[in-house]
């Protein structure tokens, strides 16, 4: 069984959870960070491998969060064990360290981190930190919660902020590590890099690549329509990641899914700073790929 090569950690997550894990022939480990296109993914994945958009469970049950700390590990391992097609599972884990199993298929969905930071900025308000906290085993949120800044200064904290991306990783640091490690794997096999506008502006060539990398059958009009923003917003009830009430608002969650809002919400300067600090991050044919 390979191992990985790094743990990660936080209060909600420990990437160690994937250390025993028995893979299956066929796997799809769908590796993203968070607000970049995870549950798009997750529902291609459905869509491709179960054939019809009428899903037999809710999307987060067919595919779960296996390094979430929210449920027990042997919870989430005996209901994958009990699947009987092709599994495909979530996770906001790097490459590096989750196990990389010649059995298996990973997909890496990449967006434009400032559309991606947006995205979390919005996300933050619709989480319930209490019933989080009481999932995970962490203490409750003590007091009122602080005044959030508006999303323009939000998003230029964020672009300026200095952490360790190991255990920040959905800083700008943290994200661009993530995408690091999967494009220096792109050649690999088993690796697949997703970019987020490629399904925003041809969802349906994209289904079909991937079923045609993964030998699934090509996916019909009505698995690409089952998989569009519009539609899966409408049945935000069984596809947003939210089967034990972390969300405030299901619906919420599909909030826009646009691309260009975070370039949009910072001036000539902000943008050349968010340029200049992604730069030191990631190599120029990175960048080159995910500014597109």
Not at 62 to 68: R, V
Request: hydrophobic letters at 40%; glycine letters at 8%; aromatic letters at 8%.
């Amino acid at each position: 069984m390979p191992r990985p090569i790094h743990r990660y950690r936080s209060d909600e997550e420990d990437s160690a959870r994937w250390g025993g894990f028995p893979f299956r022939d066929g796997d799809i480990v769908i590796s993203t960070r968070s607000k970049s296109g995870t549950t798009w993914m997750q529902m291609i994945c459905a869509l491709l491998v179960l054939r019809t958009p009428e899903l037999p469970a809710p999307l987060t049950v067919l595919s779960p969060w296996l390094d979430w700390l929210g449920e027990p590990q042997a919870t989430v391992y005996d209901r994958l064990a009990a699947q009987p097609h092709r599994r495909f599972i979530k996770t906001h884990t790097p490459l590096d360290g989750v196990p990389l199993d010649p059995r298996a298929h990973y997909v890496v969905v990449a967006r434009h981190p400032l559309d991606m930071a947006v995205s979390l900025y919005h996300q933050g308000a619709n989480l319930d930190r209490a019933r989080i906290a009481e999932l995970t085993g962490q203490p409750a949120p003590a007091g009122p919660p602080r005044e959030r800044p508006s999303v323009r200064e939000w998003l230029l904290s964020w672009v300026d902020r200095e952490v360790d991306p190991g255990t920040e990783l959905d800083s700008l640091p943290g994200v661009l590590m993530h995408l690091g490690d999967a494009w220096a794997r792109r050649h690999e096999p088993n690796v697949e890099l997703v970019h987020y506008d490629d399904l925003l502006a041809d969802l349906g060539g994209e289904m079909r690549r991937l079923a045609d990398l993964w030998k699934l059958p090509s996916p019909g009009p009505e698995l690409v329509e089952a998989a569009t923003f519009g539609r899966m917003r409408e049945r935000a009830d069984r596809l947003a990641p939210d089967t034990l009430g972390v969300l405030r608002d299901r619906q919420a969650f599909f909030r826009r899914g646009a691309s260009g809002q975070g370039r949009d919400l910072l001036n000539k300067a902000g943008r050349a700073r968010y340029q200049e600090k992604a730069a030191m991050l990631a190599p120029p044919d990175l960048l080159s790929w995910l500014h597109r």
